[in-house]
């Protein structure tokens, strides 16, 4: 997991505070996913981004969350005015280009930042 | 869009015993089902995966089955020891929104090995 670089690994904010989570990809992937992970459930899709473009953001709460992979530097998933229900882990992972046919992404995840809001 | 169902939520075995656990899902479209490993306090793990062109594929102590025309797949882990503890994950990949393929995950079975 340690290839894909998730920062900060725990965030404490207050109701109504911003939280900014960052995530650097493995060496040579191109896409980045998003993951919630609420206490004792599974993953839940928000997002999936390439460099500049954000590709299905399906999973995303449509208010206070936007993602961003910008051509230099990580993608930061920032969510506004946080609230208690906001509390969980956030999982980025990272895969190599689709190979056409393939079908599938094998995806990369790091540790994870986890964020307790009070 | 895809559903996939993950039982049991929690499983207990002997060390040395073997453990199943079973996962479903719904988007017959879904063609790559991968299985994580998630310890406590990390990152979910990749430990095996398979594709919709082969029914079963095996590595070392873990074995993973699948079954297109049921629309279910299984984890096998023979002779488990005590670091086999975990979350195991359980995904199936399809196609969302526009054509962008994604996992959707299982709810998790928390795997006990009891020395």
């Known amino acids: 997991n340690a290839d894909v670089m998730q920062n900060p690994r725990h965030l404490v904010r207050r109701r109504g505070q911003e939280a900014r989570l960052r995530c650097s990809p493995m060496?040579?992937?191109?896409?980045v996913y998003w993951y919630r992970q609420l206490p004792e459930e599974g993953l839940k899709f928000m997002v999936y981004l390439q460099k500049e473009n954000i590709i299905d953001e399906s999973g995303m709460p449509k208010e206070r969350f936007s993602a961003e992979f910008p051509k230099e530097g990580p993608s930061i998933l920032r969510i506004q005015q946080v609230v208690r229900g906001d509390s969980a882990a956030y999982f980025c992972?990272?895969?190599?280009?689709?190979?056409?046919?393939?079908?599938?992404?094998?995806?990369?995840f790091g540790a994870g930042s986890r964020l307790t809001v009070l | 869009g895809e559903n996939v169902e993950q039982h049991p939520s929690t499983l207990s075995v002997q060390e040395g015993d073997s453990a199943v656990i079973k996962c479903t899902y719904s988007d017959s479209a879904s063609n790559y089902f991968p299985w994580y490993k998630q310890e406590l306090g990390k990152g979910p793990q990749l430990i095996i995966d398979?594709?919709?062109?082969?029914g079963e594929k095996k590595d070392q102590r873990i074995a993973v089955t699948l079954n297109k025309t049921a629309k279910h797949f299984s984890l096998h882990i023979t002779e488990t020891q005590p670091e086999d503890s975990a979350v195991y994950f359980c995904?199936?990949?399809?196609?969302?929104?526009?054509?962008?393929?994604?996992?959707?995950f299982g709810s998790g079975t928390q795997l006990t090995v009891l020395p």
């Open positions: 060496k040579g992937h191109s896409h």
């Open positions: 995904a199936a990949s399809s196609r969302r929104s526009g054509s962008a393929r994604q996992l959707t």
């Open positions: 992972a990272s895969s190599p280009l689709e190979a056409r046919g393939s079908g599938a992404n094998v995806l990369t």
């Open positions: 398979i594709r919709s062109n082969v």
